[in-house]
Each structure stands twice: as C-alpha cells, then as structure tokens.
C-alpha cells in the first residue's frame, strides 16, 4: 500500500479474503462523502447491491494535481472479483524500492518467480514492466 497505514482500524487479512467476508479499508474522502462519523470503523455501506462493513479507513494524504488520494475503498480481491466477474482479468500493479540500483534486476527476477508460482502458471515474457522509476 505505498508506506500507507489505516489510522481507524484494520487493513485486509488473508482470512478475509478466504472467507468472502463483505469488508471494506477506505479512504478519508470516501467517508466523508458517505457521510460517515470520524471513526467509520464498524459502519456499513453498499457497492452496487452488496453491502459492506467498514474495518479500517487509511490515513489521509490529501490532493495531487487536484485529485484526491483519499477517494477510494479496498475490499478483499476475490469479493471484489465477483463484484466485477470472473471473466475480468484483474490489472495489479506492485512497487518496490530498491536500495542500490544495481539489485534490480534482481528483485525483478526473484518477483516474477514468486508471481508463476503463487499463479503456478508458465513463465511470462515480461510479467513486471521496465519502465522508468517514479520522479520525486
């Protein structure tokens, strides 16, 4: 989650994930967009017809650019899944930092690995793009 902490609550546990328990991380603006007390933890709210139970909500990190960094929900992945439909296939997007440059490709290799693993699929071409790392 990019160095991102809930300030209410909890984040995702794998036993969420396991038992398609209908819950929800989300962010500031979400909450109060929704209209939701300071502390939204334990408070319900639905996506399209499926309700969802707050259990955690991130830390605030404000605008960018005039977009919020606040305006989101997480939920576990195969519930979200089912929201959208099995035939979707999912976009992930994961990020590291890397101490020394030279370890990357590396890291790279060692990511790839774990991900046909966890997938227990064939080796792709490029599983994790190359391309430039972030400006800050």
Excluded: C
């Amino acid at each position: 989650m990019r160095a991102r902490y809930p300030e209410f609550g909890r984040f995702i546990v794998e036993s969420d994930d396991r038992g398609h328990r209908r819950v929800a991380v989300i962010g500031a603006k979400l909450r109060d967009d929704l209209k939701m007390p300071e502390n939204p933890v334990g408070q319900y709210f639905t996506i399209g017809s499926e309700w969802f139970k707050v259990v955690g909500m991130m830390e605030k990190r404000g605008e960018i650019l005039g977009f919020s960094q606040d305006n989101y929900v997480i939920v576990p992945f195969d519930v979200g899944r089912a929201l959208v439909g099995h035939n979707e296939k999912p976009f992930l997007s994961v990020s590291f930092t890397v101490p020394k440059i030279e370890e990357v490709e590396e890291v790279r290799e060692r990511v790839n690995r774990a991900i046909r693993v966890r997938a227990r699929s064939s080796p792709a071409k490029r599983m994790i793009s190359r391309s430039r790392p972030p400006i800050r």
